[in-house]
């Protein structure tokens, strides 16, 4: 656990107000941890997607949505897991503010068996990861080192279905198309024209 805890003085505040003090120190002592537990490891590598909150350095928040098909998220240790960073719209809003501010927290949520489960800690970036040869279509591999985990009431998840596939999510399988953006006439001439993200909209 880092030395300064999961609160600072603005929860402190208003759990004081709320009377919610005792019960969140609680919590914290008894479902922070920093090692991925069995059934954490399984909701990881079985999700098709989840949140990215990531800050630049001036303390500017951004959150994105990752999403891929299941395993592309990998616990590669007991305190860290990794992720591909695929095609997206090239402004590198997370992954930038990464290179200024490597602290992170991920959100993933099992809608079927409602669920949730926090992790912050520290990211870094490598295109040499013995990891990008996994997965096809990658630009980046991501790994995070884990300092918090720790479930979340998941009273307030509605439960939904997994509908479909999306045909954009990289695999082995197949190669994606192109997305429709990427075919409009104003985005044309400012394409990618190497990398992963290249392509032809012809």
């Known amino acids: 656990m880092t030395d300064a805890g999961l609160y600072h003085e603005g929860n402190h505040t208003l759990q004081e107000q709320f009377d919610s003090r005792r019960i969140a120190d609680r919590l914290e002592e008894v479902t ?37 098909l299941p395993g592309f998220v990998r616990v590669v240790s007991d305190d860290t897991l990794a992720f591909p960073n695929y095609d997206g719209n090239g402004m590198f809003k997370s992954l930038g503010n990464l290179l200024v501010n490597p602290k992170v927290g991920l959100l993933f949520i099992d809608f079927e068996d409602p669920g949730r489960m926090r992790v912050q800690g520290t990211a870094s970036l490598s295109a040499d990861d013995p990891l ?25 998840v509605h439960r939904m279905h997994l509908v479909e596939e999306s045909i954009y999510a990289p695999s082995g399988r197949h190669t994606p198309p192109v997305p429709d953006w990427k075919r409009m006439p104003v985005f044309n001439d400012a394409l990618p024209q190497r990398g992963p993200a290249a392509c032809d909209t012809d």
């Open 32 to 68: 922070v941890h920093q090692r991925f537990l069995p059934g954490e490891r399984e909701m990881i590598e079985g999700a098709y997607m989840f949140f990215l909150a990531t800050a630049d350095a001036g303390g500017w928040p951004d959150v994105s949505y990752k999403g891929g």
């Open 132 to 156: 990008m040869a996994d997965f096809p279509g990658a630009q980046l591999i991501v790994r995070v080192k884990a300092e918090r985990i720790f479930p979340n009431c998941p009273r307030y």
